[in-house]
Every structure is written in C-alpha cells, then in structure tokens.
C-alpha cells in the first residue's frame, strides 16, 4: 500500500484560542510531503508531529489572510538556520511574493537556499502542480479575498509484476518496466503474453481536497466527485448561517451538503470559530448531513488506505 | 505594594524546538503591560497567560532577528479582529516599519487602530519611553546585528498619606496632594507639621533589565547596578564560550559574570540554545558564579516584590 495520509497541523480560524492553532496541514503522499498553508506557529507543529524537513518541497498557500501565512516566515528562516540547499517553491494566490520580500530579504539574508515563488489564478480550475506521483489543480472558492483550494490526485501507478510468471516465462529483466506499464510480452517463438497474465493490478489512486476558505458554493462539487476525502472549512455552527454568509465562510450543514453532492468517501470539517468550546456539537451537526464526517484535531493523522 | 512582575511567554533560541518558544516576555508595572520581543507565536502564549491584550499599548524589539519579532504580524493582525482603538506604539532598531510595511497592508487593510513605529538608534544608552509610572532605556548590545537592551525603571512614587495624623490636625483635602508629594503643612497659628508627621515613605521602586541577543560585554554592567532583576541570555554552556563568541552570544558563566559584577539583585538566565536538553546544567554553571539565579520558562510569572 502506497502511503497517502494527511497530518492536522491547525484547524482554528483567525482569532486566537487556547484549543486551536491556524491553518496548515501536511499531505504526505509516498513521503512526498506537501504542505497546505502555514499559519502562524506551523514550524513548531511540523517539528511536534515529527515531520522531516527535507521531504517538503512545496508550500500551498489559498489565501492571503495572516491565519493562513504568518508562518511562513518562521519557515523559511529556520530552513535556512538548518543550511537547507534544496529550492523551496510556494505556491499562491498573487501578492506573496511582494508581500513576503522586505521582511525575508533583511531577516534572511545570505540565503543557503533559493524560494521560488508560484502565484496562481483564482478564476478557473488549473493545474499548478504535476510530477510522477500526483497532480495539484486549484479549486476556484470565494472568499473576502482571491482563495482557491486544492485537489490533490494521485496518478495511476505501474502495475505489479508477478514474479512467478516473469520466471516461468524466462522474460529478461529490460522487459520489466514496460510490462509494469501495461505491455504485453512476445516469446521468441512468437506466443503473445498478454499483460494480464504477467501482473496484478495497479494499486488504487487516492485523491484529497482542500476546500477553506469560502462561503457555500455549491458548483465546487463538479471538481470534488468521489474524492477519498475532502477538508472543508466549518466556520459557523448552522444557527449562524447568516454570519457565515457575510463573513464568507460556510457552516456545517453547508459544507456536509458540499460532502454529500460530491459523494465524497470521507468528509473532515475544520476552521473552527474561536466562539465554539465544544466542537462536538460542530460534528453532529455535519453528521446530520453526511454521516461520514469527522473533526479536524491538532496532530491527528488521517490515513487513507482503502 | 505596586505590581512589578515579568511574564516569561518564550525563552529559546531561532532553531525550534519543542521544549521552548522563541523570545517574547511581558512586563507588568501597576498594570500596565510592557512586550518585549515577540517571536511567533507570541499571540497565543499570550492568551494562554490570561494577559488581557487592551493593556498592552508598547512592545520594544531588541533587534531584528526573526525569532524576536515573526510574531508581530499576528499580534497586529489579532488586535484589528478584535476592533482595538487604541495607538500601539513598536520600538525597535531602524528597519522595521519598512520591513512589515507590505505585509500588513495586505493582511491587515481597513486597520481598526493605528500602528506607530519608533526606531531607535542603537548606539547610546537612550530614553525611548517615559510616562508617570516608569522610563524605558535602551541598553546598547553588541550581536550580528544592530541590538539593544532594555531597562525598565519605575519612577519614585508618592508618599503615603497618614490618615490619622491628617485627621488629628483638620488638614483640608486641597493640601493632600502637596503633602504626598512632600510638602509641610503649616498649622493657622504658624505652627509648622513636618512632612514626615504625615506621611509614610513612599513604595521602593523596582527596576528590570532585559538584554538578549549579545556577546559578553562587560561594560553595560555600569548602567545594571543595582537592577532587581536581571534577564541576561545564556545561550550557551561554558564549554561552548568559543562558538558563543562566533555568534555573538554569551554563556551561562558570562551571564553570571555580567549579574554578578553589576550586582544586581536576581538573574534570569534564558535564549537557550536547541542543543540543550536539560536545561538545568546551565543553570547549575550560572549559578557557580551568582548564587541567585533562576532559569527562564515558558509561562513562568517572575515576581519582584520586596
């Protein structure tokens, strides 16, 4: 089983509280790790939960409001410290780069490393991120300010090889890496073998999205379908629909109808506003909608293995 | 007794750790809230602390290093969420205000209050700050960049009025405040009522000295005499005194020397490098030198009250 599992760094909203920390999260896929937002204290977080720092390469940030970004600063300066060689890329909506410059060029000078900057459109659906393992497409929100989440897709990997056949038929091992990818395999006396009798299937691709922070918006669910687990943002508990729509954030009824028009497999809810003491009754609410839901947490590993 | 109490919220060094946070403590004189430093994730720690923010209208930096000041752009940005009015007034070495400018204008727009940079050169002992209850003076450090300390002097306060000797000789109340500021009294018939007839002395003042980061230097001990409390960073162990000087940072025993030879009244040793797991070794060095000196920690409420 290939590893694909999400790490909660923060899963509070902007004001502070003494039972959240702001956003960031950690999708580990094949220990690739890629990083979604960086509030403030996610360095600390990252080092908590005993993440390596070398196999985080990409920064995906989907907004620019502070409880999404003040930790990058921290970040990239404690990369440095540690003489980090590696590029580091971010990706963002436009401004961070500009926003980011003054501040890094003086606390971080004399740089081990180089930080490349990659600023999205919000406006459509596109591809931002792509390599032998997944693919990252931004998923346009709205928001107070230019927003997207994140679809993380992993790709089809190679089928696997049964040892038992590639030995019976004496297939020399230059064959083996087209036969992963789908080929078929001709014996010297002409006999096709076809590809299924040589592998077994492929292993299952897994795909994750970030949806946080929007108001409700129910065309999302297109780009959602069937996903193995979506994080959507839960600001308001549904008695206050009519904050979260000023505020441009969702409640949990709303985000657990995204989960279930998009026929997700498994919803977790997060962004909590600072004025809930009980997040459970967040929960039940969301169940409600779409049973399976569970609570964003600090720390808490979500595995998906299935 | 008037309040005089330090609130330790970090006390390590840049590279992050799960055992410290970076610097940030705060002052408390007669309620009145003093920030010096501010780290990331200062904001929280002061919310974890039960500090309440509306009494906080200064903050002094002592250099531009990211582990004394990525928590600012939180800190502001929380105080606008939360509708604050009132000025809020940052000390800090030349280049701050430059350097934050872009970010907060983003995260920040339709501010709530005003933010005031003060930039203060940091070659001369200066008076930065005054008001009726204390004065803050910079004490010039040597670091890799430019730094300074900070003193922070309670002015002397009123004499305390005795009640019953007021009483005895029917002073009007217009007179009371000449009296507790020092005044005699003369009596209708030219009798004159010494000051000290009718008044106790007034409360001791207290004095703190905070001075991280900086190579030993011997001669800020003149302007610490006497202090009550001192903060000195001890960054390093005795045995590290070589690469404590490649940094421009002090050891446990050159703390001490410095507490000792001022002679000041109780030494708080903090900044604590990440290589240290227990930080009781260095305590114990300090303390071969100056017997009263205490370790810094997350959370530690440092009152002086003698």
Redesign the interface.
Known sequence: MEKFELTILGCGS?????RH??SSQVLNVRDKLFMIDCG??T??QY??NKLPFSRLNHIFISH????H???L??LI??FN??GRTAELHIHSPK?LE??????MD???YDMSYQVFYHEFDTNEPTMIFEDRTLTVTTIPLKHRVPTCGFLFKEKGGLKHIRRDMIDAYEIPIAYINSIKAGADYVLPDGEVILNERLTNPASKTHSYAYCSDTIYLPEITDQLQGVDLLYHEATYAAEHAIKAQLHYHSTTLQAAQIAKDAQVKQLVIGHFSSRYIDDNMLLEEAKSVFPNTILAKENALIVIDD
């Open positions: 902007a004001k502070p509280t003494t920390l702001p403030e204290g360095q600390l080092c908590r620019l409001h502070g409880d970004m003040f930790g600063p921290g300066s404690t410290l540690l401004g500009q926003m980011m410059k003054p501040l003086f606390a971080s």
